[in-house]
């Protein structure tokens, strides 16, 4: 017994080390849980950089160049900033789309989107069937925009139009240059309404009770306390819902290339991408240009959402 304990208490004696206590709670992973976590990591990883990071970067990368789509890579010639120049200078599409996207964007930011919060606030009240109000309000968002688009054709054909034979009217509302952006803008902001509604009832629902008991205590209405209490608690909604807004209003696409290619009225950014990537005139480079515009102007607010998560996780 004396030597087992003058072996163990002395490794220099020529006993053997027992190796250290592993923590406890701490497991080590195996083999095939480590195969899983990189399968896990590497494959959205990926997909990421080949559907999303891939397509941008050479998106950005034939912004200077004079391709056409057709051909070999070792055609393709370098012009610099040509493309550039001439979508800003010798391109009269550029300027009405531009116009129309900034239209888009504040329709949205002070129509469905202040909409959609006061739907929100009314819901959060728990009202009789706020249930089916809720899914009324929303069945819109499952919606592709191309769909809603068909949709409203219904509502705004001149001949069998239910706006039409409510007005007593012949109106072409998407024919028309004068009035179809906003027909469109009206059909666009019921999906986005449901959007915004969904976003601001969740973050109503996350604020703490007492919150409102406390501002109750102290006196203030409704209308103060959502002003003073519950708007400031819910700033990172609120980014969320800027950073969306603007997004949605500069890839807006498919409602008015359904409606007549983004033509007419319709001018917008991204149709101007796609007549110019697959369209008739093939023209990659100067279409790659325009997209690159677009991802700059994107890039400005995701740049503000991500330093506002980052602050919140700080």
């Known amino acids: 017994m004396a030597d087992t304990a003058v072996r163990e208490s002395a490794p220099g004696l020529g006993a053997v080390r027992r190796p250290p206590r592993r923590p406890r709670g701490v497991r ?3 083999t095939g849980d480590r195969v899983t976590v990189v399968l896990m ?21 034939l ?31 550029f300027g009405p789309a531009i116009e129309h996207n900034i239209i888009w964007l ?29 899914s009324i309000f929303f069945m819109p968002v499952v919606l592709s925009l191309a769909l809603v688009g068909f949709i ?14 409510v007005l007593g009217t012949e109106t072409d509302w998407f024919g028309d240059p004068d ?13 986005h309404t449901g959007y915004i509604m969904l976003l601001y009832l969740a973050g109503l629902k996350a604020v703490d009770p007492a919150l409102r ?6 006196g203030a209405g409704e209308v103060r306390t959502f002003l003073r209490v519950i708007w400031p608690v819910m700033r990172p909604v609120n980014v969320v819902v800027l950073v969306i807004t603007v997004i949605e209003s500069l890839r807006a696409f498919d409602i008015a290339w ?23 005139a093939s023209r990659v480079g100067f279409g790659s240009a325009l997209a690159t515009i677009m991802i700059a102007i994107s890039t400005v607010f995701i740049v503000i959402y991500l330093v506002q998560v980052m602050r919140e996780q700080r």
């Not at 990421?48 to 950005?60: D, F, H, N």
């Not at 054709?153 to 139009?161: F, K």
């Not at 009035?179 to 999906?191: E, I, P, S």
């Open 63 to 93: 912004s200077f160049t004079d391709w056409n789509g057709i051909g070999n890579i070792a055609d393709i010639n370098p012009v610099g900033w040509e493309n550039y120049r001439n979508a800003t200078t010798n391109y009269p599409p």
């Open 179 to 191: 009035v179809n952006l906003w027909a469109v803008l009206v059909a666009a902001g019921w999906r």
């Open 152 to 165: 409203w054709q219904l509502i705004y054909s001149r001949d069998q139009g239910l706006l039409n034979a």
């Open 213 to 218: 008991e406390a501002a109750a205590v102290d």
């Open 258 to 280: 359904v409606i007549n290619k983004g033509r007419n009225g319709l001018e917008l950014i991204s149709t101007l991408v796609t007549q110019n990537v697959i369209g008739e």
């Open 28 to 30: 080590t992973l195996s």
């Open 106 to 134: 504040v329709v949205f930011f002070f129509g469905p989107t202040l909409l959609g919060i006061l739907l929100a606030v009314v819901l959060d009240r728990e009202l009789r069937g706020s249930r089916i109000y809720q």
């Open 41 to 61: 990591v590497a494959v959205p990883t990926l997909v990421v950089v080949g559907l999303v990071w891939g397509p941008a970067l050479a998106t950005v990368l």
